[in-house]
């Protein structure tokens, strides 16, 4: 009776988690996120954190405008929010975020 709890707990355990794995693969933040990529041109350094926060330089090496939104894993309530930057030819920006996680990740670039 003990081991067969064990194992239905061990089955509802696995189907939260695969179902969980599912929604993340299928969310639309990722679909519009590969739908929206922007040109290679337009460059990125990811800076390490700095008191508390996380950045990334965006460059548009681009002969026209770009309007680009920087994606992380995670970014933290209380801090610096990603934000659309409308970038001209040749315009430097800087993207800070506070990471809400201790090993966050920077995901690329989005058209906004």
């Known amino acids: 009776m003990v081991l067969a709890k064990i194992k239905r707990k061990a089955a509802v355990a696995t189907a939260v988690a695969v179902s969980g794995m599912t929604l993340a693969a299928i969310s639309p933040a990722s679909a519009s996120a590969a739908a929206e990529a922007v040109p290679s041109c337009v460059k990125t350094v990811v800076i390490p954190e700095v008191f508390g926060n996380m950045g990334v330089e965006i460059t ?7 309007r680009v939104k920087a994606t992380f894993q995670v970014a933290s309530p ?8 409308a970038l001209q030819p040749g315009q430097e ?5 506070r990471p809400a996680a201790p090993f966050n990740t920077f995901l690329g670039l989005v058209s906004c």
């Open 60 to 66: 548009n090496d681009c002969g026209n405008a770009q």
């Open 78 to 85: 209380s801090g610096p929010q990603p934000e659309c930057h």
């Open 93 to 97: 920006v800087t993207q800070w975020v």
